[in-house]
């Protein structure tokens, strides 16, 4: 039987996964930020964001999850990803 300290080491790790990732897409972000303010472009590309949170909708529910817990999640980080890019 699995222990409960073992599945919390298992979360941990999965957590420190997850922020390893959003460092990852933070620096990506800030390139693209980068390449904005040199094309003269502003920041928000609400267009795009429509596409990411649309994007996250369906993944969501192709893995079983609940789409609109994923993209208020996903509001979140590309709200900060956003300030990243300013």
Do not use: T
């Not at 073992?6 to 959003?22: M, S, T």
């Not at 040199?38 to 529910?61: C, H, Y």
């Amino acid at each position: 039987m699995v222990e409960l300290a073992e599945l919390r080491e298992k979360v941990d790790a999965i957590d420190d996964q997850i922020l390893r990732d959003l460092v990852q897409r933070a620096k990506v972000c800030q390139a693209i930020g980068e390449l904005k303010k040199q094309k003269g472009k502003p920041v928000q590309d609400l267009q795009r964001e429509v596409e990411v949170f649309k994007r996250s909708r369906e993944r969501a529910e192709m893995l079983k999850l609940d789409p609109n817990h994923i993209e208020r999640i996903f509001r979140e980080i590309v709200n900060m990803c956003s300030a990243v890019q300013e």
